[in-house]
T-cell receptor, first 112, second 112 residues
Framework: DVKVTQSSRYLVKRTGEKVFLECVQD?????MFWYRQDPGLGLRLIYF???????EKGDIPEGYSVSREKKERFSLILESASTNQTSMYLC???????????FGEGSWLTVV | DAKTTQPPSMDCAEGRAANLPCNHS???????VYWYRQIHSQGPQYIIH???NNETNEMASLIITEDRKSSTLILPHATLRDTAVYYC?????????????FGEGTQLTVNP
């Protein structure tokens, strides 16, 4: 089975803090994604990566950056957390672009 | 990607088959039908997908009408753990998988 693991399920951070959300997949997938999910807004794509050290902006990249130094690991970085970044963050991966996307368990971030 | 329409909620008795409908009347010839589910506070879980033939796996069956304008996800013997929001999505494979659009989905409640 595909396994996408997000390092933290629940986090509480203060406004202005730098936040790292880590994601690891064990299926040698080329592509990895970061989404956020908010009530009434559905899933929105933040960034995705189709190869090591490659990244592309999604629909809502402002206030976020990403890092992919190794194929299995994709990190989401909030440079200076703000309260409007309180959300559930979902990491996902797929073998090829357009293939089935598999999601992690999600990370609930609260910024106070 | 084509728009889908699902009933907002459904109930099913434990042990009975759950049949979840989805309308996708504007589906294009190269768009697949995907089903995911999301249990509260967890990431979306892939269930099944198909193009025009009926599909079955260990979780569910997918029945697609001949004109491909609608489909039904069947959970043959629903259990309490199948209570979740079920999302029907149509999308083109072999193109960017980045913009996976989840609608409102169907809240399935399995009752003892």
């Amino acid at each position: 089975d595909v396994k996408v693991t997000q390092s933290s399920r629940y986090l509480v951070k203060r406004t202005g803090e730098k936040v790292f959300l880590e994601c690891v997949q064990d299926m040698d997938h080329e592509n990895m994604f970061w989404y956020r999910q908010d009530p009434g807004l559905g899933l929105r794509l933040i960034y995705f990566s189709y190869d090591v050290k490659m990244k592309e902006k999604g629909d809502i990249p402002e206030g976020y950056s990403v890092s992919r130094e190794k194929k299995e690991r994709f990190s989401l970085i909030l440079e200076s957390a703000s309260t409007n970044q309180t959300s559930m963050y979902l990491c996902a991966s797929s073998l090829e672009l357009g293939n089935t996307i598999y999601f992690g368990e999600g990370s609930w971030l609260t910024v106070v | 990607d084509a728009k889908t329409t699902q009933p907002p909620s459904m109930d099913c008795a434990e042990g009975r088959a759950a049949n979840l409908p989805c309308n996708h009347s504007t589906i294009s010839g190269n768009e697949y039908v995907y089903w995911y589910r999301q249990i509260h506070s967890q990431g979306p879980q892939y269930i099944i997908h198909g193009l025009k033939n009926n599909e079955t796996n260990e979780m569910a069956s997918l029945i697609i009408t001949e004109d491909r304008k609608s489909s039904t996800l069947i959970l043959p013997h629903a259990t309490l753990r199948d209570t979740a929001v079920y999302y029907c999505i149509v999308r083109v494979a072999r193109t960017s998988g980045s913009r996976l659009t989840f609608g409102e989905g169907t809240q399935l409640t399995v009752n003892p």
